[in-house]
Nanobody
Framework: EVQLRESGGGSVDSGGSLRLSCVAS???????MGWFRQAPGKEREVVAT???????TYADSVKGRFTISQDITRNTMYLQMNNLRPEDTARYYC????????????????WGQGTQVTVSS
């Protein structure tokens, strides 16, 4: 059974930092994975992803502040979040795309339960 488990969320002041972790079991952390977030009353949005060639993509709103990374020895994906803003407040999810035809499909097959991030001004 595949499980993705996020941790590291919390409450911080504006300008603070957090590092989210996503530990995988039953699945090997690799490319075609990403971080998403959903704020109350808003649609889920992509935050950062690893593409098939392990290139990183970021939402414009987090570029220069967030960094996605992996530690394959720990089978864990991370999201380092610096200079946090109140608009970053959301529940953050990690997800894995099994890929289709040898490429990342953009269809995420596995999701974690999420971790809450709250940034106060």
């Amino acid at each position: 059974e595949v499980q993705l488990r996020e941790s590291g969320g919390g409450s911080v002041d504006s300008g603070g930092s957090l590092r989210l972790s996503c530990v995988a079991s039953g699945y090997t952390v690799t490319n075609c994975m990403g971080w998403f977030r959903q704020a109350p009353g808003k649609e889920r949005e992509v935050v950062a992803t690893f593409e098939k060639d392990f290139s990183e993509t970021y939402a414009d709103s987090v570029k220069g502040r967030f960094t996605i990374s992996q530690d394959i020895t720990r089978n864990t994906m991370y999201l380092q979040m610096n200079n946090l803003r109140p608009e970053d407040t959301a529940r953050y999810y990690c997800a894995a795309d099994l890929g289709r035809g040898g490429f990342c499909s953009g269809i995420y097959d596995y999701w974690g339960q999420g971790t809450q991030v709250t940034v106060s001004s």
